[in-house]
């Protein structure tokens, strides 16, 4: 069903309120998403975007019965990620012919998914497509945002802003406008969203913000790919992404740790007493990161100030649950934040050591050389990890 979002402006998306795995197993999606796909209709007739393609004939069909594919002119894909290009084949075999305005990397991303010569028209910043109705739609390129074919479409004389990607969150509702859902809930998806995809890209994001900001030209709506869309005080989005951009943290502590028998558990909760004796303001959050969901790790972990970072040694090395999360941070290049590391063992006790060259390696300050425990902590061991976490909160 379309539904209004502007002056003349629809969104044709679809709701995905089953998905829980996003990326294939990559991304959690504990409320569903939305593929937003937005209808322009002045004199010309413009789609932004499609959906996933699980979704392309239900979505065809839809935009057939309510707009009739003969009246659309041409669309516009400001990201060729399956989850917003995954209906072009469905409505390009109805619609044979119909123009695709994409960045010179859109037509590479959409040949090497679909492997079509459609109608390209590559624009690149700057460019613009009078619609008619004293509008008219202005391209600006935001390559890696999150790929490199990523581009924003404003819409000049409606002042509505279709960013794609950038924006959103993995979040279905009905109530489609930011103003309408729960704020807990959208604030949750939209620093998740953030912290799991846009987090190495921070440079980049605060100057596309800046670079938009410059143009000084009025926002009424930001409508994103995917999740809800901002109609109330729609930059506030845009401010929080520029604080988020520059090494965000806050006054938290997140713990990372596995454990085969408990102990290296014990450890992790001990140092979390540590911390909160030293400083009783700072919100210390503990992961076992085989039982946690990643992304929310992540989360925690973009949220935080520090991190400490636990496993026994197993095989002179590490737990794989450990190891798992360890590559994730070191992708995700977070800046600014300290670290440490901790671990019991029975004999050659590696792990603590291993840690810290992970976490410098992944571009965190670490302290110290860790804490080690031979066997299972007893209380003088637990009363030193509650020292180290004491120590460690005295150097944030
Ligand atoms: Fe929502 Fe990068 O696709």
């Known amino acids: 069903m379309k539904r209004q979002v502007a002056e003349n402006v629809w969104w044709v998306g679809k709701i995905d309120w089953e998905l829980r ?11 569903g998403s939305s593929y937003n796909s937005y209808l322009v209709r ?55 012919g119909l123009p695709i305005y994409c960045t010179a990397n859109g037509v590479k991303v959409i040949k090497g998914h679909y492997h079509q010569d459609w109608d390209f028209r590559v624009v690149k910043t700057g460019d613009s497509i009078d619609i008619g109705n004293g509008k008219k739609l202005v391209f600006i390129e935001a390559p890696m945002l999150h790929w490199p074919d990523s581009m924003f479409t404003y819409l000049a004389g409606g002042a509505v802003l279709f960013p794609n990607d950038a924006f959103g969150q993995h979040y279905a509702s009905e109530l489609l406008f930011n103003d309408l859902v729960d704020q807990a809930e959208l604030k949750e998806e939209c620093v998740k969203y953030y912290a799991n995809i846009l987090t190495p890209f921070s440079a980049l994001v605060a100057k596309k913000i800046a670079e938009v900001v410059a143009l000084n030209v009025p926002v009424d709506v930001i409508a994103p790919s995917h999740g809800i869309i901002w109609r109330k005080d729609p930059l506030q989005i845009v401010t929080q992404y520029a604080a988020w951009a520059a090494d965000y943290q806050e006054d938290r502590v997140a713990i990372l740790y596995d454990s085969m028998w408990d102990g290296t558990r014990k450890l992790a909760e001990a140092i979390a007493q540590g911390i909160a004796q030293s400083s009783p303001c700072t919100a ?21 100030k520090a991190i400490l970072a636990g496993s026994p040694t197993v095989n002179k090395g590490i737990l794989n649950a450990m190891a798992g999360i360890m590559e994730e941070i070191k992708g995700l290049h977070f800046k600014g934040k300290k670290a440490a590391s901790f671990g019991c063992s029975g004999w050659s006790g590696e792990a603590p050591k291993l840690l810290g ?24 061991a637990l009363d ?12 944030l």
């Not at 990326?23 to 409320?31: D, K, L």
């Open 42 to 96: 002045e004199a010309k007739t413009v789609l932004i975007d499609t959906v996933w393609l699980p979704f392309a004939k239900e979505y065809v069909d839809n935009l057939d019965s309510e707009v009739g594919l003969a009246n659309i002119d041409f669309i516009v894909q400001n990201h060729a990620e399956i989850d917003h290009s995954g209906a072009l084949p469905e409505l390009l075999r109805r619609r044979p």
């Open 284 to 304: 210390v959050v503990v992961h076992n990161v085989a039982k946690t969901d990643k992304n929310d790790v992540i989360t925690d972990v973009f949220r935080s």
């Open 21 to 31: 795995k996003f990326h294939g197993s990559e991304y959690s999606t504990h409320r």
């Open 357 to 380: 060259q992970l976490l410098g390696e992944a571009g965190f300050a670490v302290e110290g050389e860790g804490f080690s425990c031979t066997w299972e902590p007893d209380a003088a």
């Open 384 to 395: 030193k990890a509650r020292d180290f976490g004491r120590d460690f909160a005295g150097k």
